[in-house]
């Protein structure tokens, strides 16, 4: 069942999250994942929710979302970001 890594992003310093963003996608492919949402316009339609940078990737499988997201690949950048943002983020199973 796939498994979907969901983000929403508040980039409060682009340059420097641009060393991120140019890294992400080989990590997620290696993990069999790929990019559903990649920022573009969002509209909030109900309750509070302001998003930012709403990213959104797929994986065959929560393991494997979460092999991902703990990787050394993935965690070697992952600093990048938290340096460069403010984030949400959940690893949500599908349906």
Not at 2 to 16: K, L, W
Not at 51 to 68: G, K, M, Q, S
């Amino acid at each position: 069942m796939s498994a979907y890594c969901i983000a929403n992003v508040d980039v409060t310093d682009p340059v420097a999250y641009e060393n991120y963003r140019s890294r992400t996608l080989a990590t997620v492919e290696k993990y069999g994942g790929r990019f559903i949402v990649r920022g573009g316009k969002a509209e909030a339609k109900e309750g509070s929710w302001t998003p930012h940078r709403v990213v959104v990737l797929e994986f065959p499988d929560v393991a494997t979302a979460n092999r991902w997201y703990h990787s050394p690949d993935y965690q070697a950048i992952i600093g990048f970001r938290t340096a460069s943002a403010r984030s949400d983020v959940v690893i949500v199973e599908g349906v």
